[in-house]
C-alpha cells in the first residue's frame, strides 16, 4: 500500500506544539515509508480561520523542516465535494434536517443533566413526515443537518498506537449535526467531521494519524465512511502532550505555539528532536539526541506510547545547549545576526562574528543568550560594582595605564594572541603586579564585570575592532 499521511491543521491559531509533534510523527512514517506527507488547511470554521495563520502554520513547519508534498490543500475550495456528499447521505435517508432551536436544545441538555444522564441529542426530529417538516419551514424556522447514529452501531479498529478500539453508536451523543444552522433550504456549512472524511478519501489517505482527543472523532468518522461507502483508512491516535502538573499542555502554561519556543531561542533541531521524544520511544542502543533523517530511519508508530507525555523543560534545555555547542559557528552566526541586528548591533565582518560565535558557543543554552553575552562586544558596558572594586586594587591603574600606552605605540591587530599574552607579561614585569591581578583588572576595565568567556580571546576580539584602548583609557 502507498503510504500517504497528512497534517489537517486548523488555521485558527499558530502553529500548537501537539500539532507539530503530530506533523512529526506524519512526516517521519512517510519518510519511512516513502510515502507523501500532504497538507490540508481545515479553514471550514471562517469566524475563526485567518490567513495569517495560515502563513504562520507553513513557516513554522518549514522552520521545524518538516516539509510536505505538494500543494496544501484548503478545504473551503472543495465546497461542492463537501455539498455532493452531504446530498447523497440525505437522498439516501441517512442524513436529515433537525429544526430544533438552540433553546429546545437547551432544554434538552438541562433536563438530561438534572436526571443524571449524559448529554446527548435524543434524535426526535430522525423521522419528521414531509408535512411536519414542511410546516417548520412555514414557520421560518432554521434547521441542521443530521447523520443518523444507530445506538447500536458497532464501531471498532485495530489503532496503530492503541490497540483494539471500539465504541458504540449510543456512546456518540445521538445523531451528529454535519452540516451548520442555515435559515433556507440550502446546505449550511459543513463541519469538521464530514469535511474531514470526505477530504482524507479524496486525498487517498493511507493513515490518519493525529492526537487521542479525536478518538471519539474516528468513531463518528468511522460510521460515515461506512455511509459513504468510501474506504477506510488506518488510524493511529498518538498521546497527548501534559504539563508537569499531568494536565493537557494549554494556552494557560504560556508558552505553546512553535512560534513562543522560537523566540525564546530554541534552535529548530532541538526542538523537533525534544518533539518526537514526547511519545516516541528511540529503539535499543540509538542516541537520543537525533536529526529528523536520523529518527526517520527507523521510526515506528510501536514505538509510540500510549500515555500522555509529560512536557520536561529541563530536557528540552539540555538537548538546545547540545545543539548549539555544536552548531558551526558560521550557522550561529547565521541565527544571531538578525538578533543581534534586533537590537541595532551590526557585525563588522563576517570572520569576526563567527569567531565571537566560535568564543561564545560552550557558554549557550538557549539562542538568546548570544544576544545577553555578545552584548559588551557590540556596546561600552558599564562598570559594575565588582570591577569598580578591582580597578581600586592597588597597582592596577598604573598597569592598565602602561599597558594602554604600549598599545597605542604598537602595531598588534588582534590577530596574533601570543602578542597580547606577552604585553601582559611585559606590563606585569614593569609594575611589579602579579599577573593574575592584572588579568582580572583588564577584564574588568574591557567588560565591566569579572566573569566571562577566555579573556585574551575576547580582548583581541575587541582590539580586531579597534575598542580596546578605548575602554582602558575611561580607567586610567
Ligand atoms: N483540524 C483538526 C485539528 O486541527 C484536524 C484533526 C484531524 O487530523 O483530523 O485538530
Given at each position: 500500500?502507498?503510504?500517504r499521511?497528512?497534517?489537517?491543521?486548523?488555521?485558527?491559531?499558530?502553529?500548537?506544539?501537539?500539532?507539530?509533534?503530530?506533523?512529526?510523527?506524519?512526516?517521519?512514517?512517510?519518510?519511512?515509508?516513502?510515502?507523501?506527507?500532504?497538507?490540508?488547511?481545515?479553514?471550514?470554521?471562517?469566524?475563526?480561520?485567518r490567513?495569517?495563520?495560515t502563513?504562520?502554520?507553513?513557516?513554522?513547519?518549514?522552520?521545524l523542516?518538516?516539509?510536505w508534498?505538494?500543494?496544501?490543500?484548503?478545504?473551503?475550495?472543495?465546497?461542492?465535494?463537501?455539498?455532493?456528499?452531504?446530498?447523497?447521505?440525505?437522498?439516501?435517508?441517512?442524513?436529515?434536517?433537525?429544526?430544533?432551536?438552540?433553546?429546545?436544545?437547551?432544554?434538552?441538555?438541562?433536563?438530561?443533566k438534572?436526571?443524571?444522564?449524559?448529554?446527548?441529542?435524543?434524535?426526535?426530529?430522525?423521522?419528521?413526515?414531509?408535512?411536519?417538516?414542511q410546516?417548520?419551514?412555514?414557520?421560518?424556522?432554521?434547521?441542521?443537518?443530521?447523520?443518523?447514529?444507530?445506538?447500536?452501531?458497532?464501531?471498532?479498529?485495530?489503532d496503530?498506537?492503541?490497540?483494539?478500539v471500539?465504541?458504540?453508536?449510543s456512546?456518540l451523543?445521538?445523531?451528529m449535526?454535519?452540516?451548520?444552522?442555515?435559515?433556507?433550504?440550502?446546505?449550511?456549512?459543513?463541519?469538521?467531521?464530514?469535511?474531514?472524511?470526505?477530504?482524507?478519501?479524496?486525498?487517498?489517505v493511507?493513515?490518519?494519524?493525529?492526537?487521542?482527543?479525536?478518538?471519539?472523532?474516528?468513531?463518528?468518522?468511522?460510521?460515515?465512511?461506512r455511509?459513504?461507502?468510501l474506504p477506510?483508512?488506518?488510524f493511529?491516535?498518538?498521546?497527548?502532550?501534559?504539563?508537569?502538573?499531568?494536565?493537557?499542555l494549554?494556552k494557560?502554561?504560556?508558552?505553546?505555539?512553535?512560534?513562543?519556543?522560537?523566540?525564546?531561542?530554541?534552535?529548530?533541531?532541538a526542538?523537533?528532536?525534544?518533539?518526537?521524544?514526547?511519545?516516541?520511544?528511540v529503539?535499543?542502543?540509538?542516541?537520543?539526541?537525533?536529526?529528523?533523517e536520523?529518527?526517520?530511519?527507523?521510526?515506528?508508530?510501536?514505538?509510540?506510547s500510549?500515555?500522555?507525555?509529560?512536557?520536561d523543560?529541563?530536557?528540552?534545555?539540555?538537548?538546545?545547549?547540545?545543539?548549539?555547542?555544536?552548531?558551526p559557528?558560521?550557522?550561529?552566526?547565521k541565527?544571531?545576526?538578525?538578533l543581534?541586528?534586533?537590537?541595532?548591533?551590526?557585525?563588522?565582518?563576517?570572520?569576526?562574528?563567527?569567531?565571537?560565535?566560535?568564543?561564545?558557543?560552550?557558554?549557550?543554552?538557549?539562542?538568546?543568550?548570544?544576544v545577553e553575552?555578545?552584548?559588551?562586544?557590540?556596546?561600552?558596558?558599564?562598570?559594575?560594582?565588582?570591577?569598580?572594586?578591582?580597578?581600586?586594587?592597588?597597582?592596577?591603574?598604573?598597569?592598565?595605564?602602561?599597558?594602554?600606552?604600549?598599545l597605542?605605540?604598537?602595531?598588534?591587530?588582534?590577530?596574533?594572541i601570543?602578542?597580547?599574552?606577552?604585553?601582559?607579561?611585559?606590563?606585569?614585569?614593569?609594575?611589579?603586579?602579579?599577573?593574575?591581578?592584572?588579568?582580572?583588572?583588564?577584564?574588568?576595565?574591557?567588560?565591566?564585570?569579572?566573569?566571562?568567556?577566555?579573556?585574551?580571546t575576547?580582548?583581541?576580539l575587541?582590539?580586531?575592532?579597534?575598542?580596546?584602548?578605548?575602554?582602558?583609557?575611561?580607567?586610567?
Amino acid at each position: 500500500m502507498k503510504v500517504r499521511v497528512r497534517l489537517a491543521p486548523s488555521p485558527t491559531g499558530r502553529l500548537h506544539i501537539g500539532t507539530a509533534r503530530t506533523a512529526a510523527f506524519n512526516w517521519l512514517f512517510a519518510r519511512r515509508h516513502s510515502g507523501s506527507f500532504l497538507l490540508r488547511i481545515e479553514d471550514t470554521d471562517k469566524e475563526r480561520s485567518r490567513s495569517e495563520y495560515t502563513e504562520n502554520i507553513l513557516d513554522s513547519l518549514r522552520w521545524l523542516g518538516l516539509t510536505w508534498d505538494g500543494e496544501p490543500i484548503v478545504q473551503t475550495n472543495r465546497q461542492a465535494e463537501h455539498h455532493h456528499a452531504i446530498n447523497n447521505l440525505l437522498a439516501r435517508g441517512l442524513a436529515y434536517r433537525c429544526y430544533c432551536s438552540e433553546e429546545e436544545l437547551e432544554a434538552m441538555r438541562i433536563e438530561q443533566k438534572h436526571s443524571g444522564q449524559a448529554p446527548r441529542y435524543d434524535n426526535r426530529h430522525r423521522g419528521l413526515t414531509p408535512k411536519q417538516e414542511q410546516k417548520f419551514r412555514d414557520e421560518g424556522c432554521d434547521s441542521v443537518i443530521r447523520f443518523r447514529i444507530d445506538d447500536d452501531a458497532d464501531i471498532c479498529w485495530n489503532d496503530m498506537v492503541r490497540g483494539l478500539v471500539q465504541w458504540r453508536g449510543s456512546d456518540l451523543g445521538g445523531d451528529m449535526v454535519i452540516a451548520r444552522r442555515t435559515s433556507s433550504n440550502s446546505i449550511g456549512e459543513p463541519l469538521y467531521n464530514l469535511v474531514a472524511v470526505v477530504d482524507d478519501a479524496a486525498m487517498a489517505v493511507s493513515h490518519v494519524i493525529r492526537g487521542e482527543d479525536h478518538i471519539a472523532n474516528t468513531a463518528k468518522q468511522i460510521l460515515l465512511y461506512r455511509a459513504l461507502e468510501l474506504p477506510l483508512p488506518n488510524f493511529a491516535h498518538t498521546p497527548l502532550i501534559l504539563n508537569a502538573e499531568g494536565r493537557k499542555l494549554s494556552k494557560r502554561d504560556g508558552v505553546t505555539s512553535i512560534t513562543d519556543f522560537r523566540q525564546m531561542g530554541y534552535t529548530a533541531e532541538a526542538l523537533i528532536n525534544y518533539m518526537i521524544l514526547l511519545g516516541w520511544s528511540v529503539p535499543q542502543g540509538m542516541n537520543e539526541r537525533f536529526s529528523l533523517e536520523q529518527a526517520a530511519a527507523v521510526f515506528d508508530l510501536n514505538r509510540v506510547s500510549r500515555a500522555g507525555a509529560r512536557f520536561d523543560w529541563d530536557k528540552l534545555n539540555w538537548l538546545n545547549a547540545q545543539f548549539l555547542h555544536e552548531m558551526p559557528a558560521s550557522e550561529l552566526l547565521k541565527s544571531l545576526i538578525p538578533l543581534w541586528r534586533d537590537r541595532g548591533w551590526s557585525c563588522p565582518a563576517n570572520d569576526w562574528g563567527e569567531d565571537l560565535c566560535t568564543l561564545l558557543r560552550p557558554s549557550l543554552a538557549l539562542l538568546q543568550d548570544g544576544v545577553e553575552q555578545a552584548k559588551p562586544f557590540f556596546v561600552m558596558p558599564e562598570l559594575g560594582e565588582e570591577a569598580q572594586q578591582q580597578l581600586k586594587v592597588e597597582g592596577c591603574v598604573n598597569a592598565l595605564r602602561d599597558l594602554s600606552r604600549r598599545l597605542e605605540s604598537s602595531d598588534w591587530d588582534g590577530r596574533k594572541i601570543v602578542k597580547a599574552q606577552q604585553m601582559i607579561e611585559e606590563v606585569a614585569t614593569a609594575i611589579g603586579i602579579k599577573k593574575g591581578i592584572l588579568m582580572k583588572s583588564l577584564r574588568a576595565a574591557l567588560f565591566g564585570k569579572l566573569q566571562g568567556p577566555d579573556l585574551f580571546t575576547a580582548w583581541s576580539l575587541l582590539a580586531r575592532i579597534g575598542q580596546d584602548r578605548q575602554r582602558l583609557i575611561r580607567c586610567i
